[in-house]
């Protein structure tokens, strides 16, 4: 079992800048990719951007130049940096990991980001 946790996230204004972070823990020997959806209210969970144990990135078009997504793989996190931040930024942010290509997708809790004057 694969247990995740999320922090970092809150309240800020437009333009502004957030950081999410994600731990992973339990019975991991190695990860394969870790990274981060999005849930407003009332829509899909969207995807945000993903990072594979080898360094591959992809990201969505609506965050591309704007998130950053990295990862400390001794700690088993992952980060998430938000820069200019809209207020269609605005969601529930869930982190996920799968230690193989093809194996169980495993969900955080998800952290609040609200953008907002």
């Known amino acids: 079992q694969v247990q995740l946790v999320e922090s970092g996230g809150g309240l800020v204004q437009p333009g502004g800048s957030l950081t999410l972070s994600c731990a992973a823990s339990?019975?991991?020997?190695?990860?394969?990719?870790m990274g981060w959806h999005r849930q407003a209210p009332g829509k899909q969970r969207d995807f945000v951007a993903r990072?594979?144990?080898?360094?591959?990135?992809n990201y969505a078009d609506s965050v591309k130049g704007r998130f950053t997504i990295s990862r400390d793989n001794a700690k088993n996190t992952v980060y998430l940096q938000m820069n200019s931040l809209e207020p269609s930024d605005t969601a529930v942010y869930y982190c996920?990991?799968?230690?193989?290509?093809?194996?169980?997708?495993?969900w955080g809790q998800g952290t609040q980001v609200t953008v907002s004057s």
């Open positions: 996920n990991t799968r230690l193989t290509a093809s194996g169980t997708l495993y």
């Open positions: 339990g019975s991991i020997s190695r990860i394969y990719s």
């Open positions: 990072m594979t144990s080898g360094g591959f990135t």
